[in-house]
């Protein structure tokens, strides 16, 4: 689903794991991160051997520093949120509630793109500074970037799409690696089973090849509705992950 609508996996992957409550918050967040980071890293990689040269380097590489310092802390704010609380999954609570917000920003932007004059951020600072707002979100909220990543990319450098599809996953890259080694160097990694963490790998390496199959079969209406009505139904399982670990 994350291959068809150009959104990756991370923002899908999370809330589905919490709405299942297969694991601790925390293994939830650091399984869906590491998922996230094979499945970009594959991207990557698979678009620099065809020789694709759609990151732009002057304003990719200031973004991916920033996605890179946001990752480290998104995972300190991670960390202090969740010694906030008595019970350590009500962190999935604020994870849960942030997220259905901004799914709802990017939600009401698409819908409204047509009428948002967008602008074109050439300064490296500004650039730094953007990168490390989205690389503390996505790292905070264990989702990788994805639309907020492309909604971000249109708004402040009216990227196209495809252009703003390579320059998000760039930007997820660095962000999740660094985000990784951050929890490896603290010693902060949840308990897990690695079969899992190997099936989620291979299973978002493989559902991604498939989508961007698919993807190329239909047209660009069908995709949009698509976006829209994931959008709408990822809002919706936020919204009751957030009331159901806060009552819980």
């Not at 996505?138 to 249109?154: A, H, K």
Request: net charge positive; hydrophobic share 50%.
């Amino acid at each position: 689903m994350g291959a068809i609508c150009g959104i990756g996996g991370g923002v899908i992957i999370k809330p589905v794991l919490d709405l299942f409550h297969l694991e601790t918050v925390a293994a939830i967040s650091f399984l869906s991160g590491c998922t996230v980071l094979s499945m970009s890293c594959y991207s990557v990689g698979r678009a620099m051997l065809a020789g694709e040269r759609r990151v732009s380097l002057s304003t990719g590489t200031p973004l991916a520093l920033g996605a890179a310092a946001g990752g480290l802390l998104g995972q300190q704010l991670f960390s202090a949120v969740k010694a906030m609380f008595e019970n350590p999954d009500a962190v999935g609570s604020v994870q849960a509630f942030c997220l259905a917000v901004v799914t709802a920003g990017t939600l009401i932007y698409t819908l409204n793109k047509d009428r948002v004059h967008t602008l074109r951020v050439e300064n490296k600072a500004a650039c730094v500074v953007i990168g490390l707002a989205l690389g503390c979100m996505s790292s905070f909220l264990g989702i990788g970037g994805g639309p907020i990543n492309l909604v971000v990319l249109y708004f402040f450098f009216s990227m196209d799409t495809k252009t703003a599809a390579a320059n998000s996953l760039y930007i997820i890259f660095f962000g999740q690696l660094f985000s990784l080694f951050a929890t490896l160097a603290a010693r902060t990694v949840p308990p897990f089973q690695p079969l899992v963490l190997a099936l989620m790998v291979a299973g978002g390496i493989g559902g991604g090849i498939i989508g961007r199959i698919l993807n190329k079969k239909m047209d660009n209406r069908l995709v949009e509705r698509l976006f829209i009505v994931l959008m709408a139904v990822i809002i919706c399982i936020s919204l009751f992950n957030g009331v159901r670990y806060a009552v819980g």
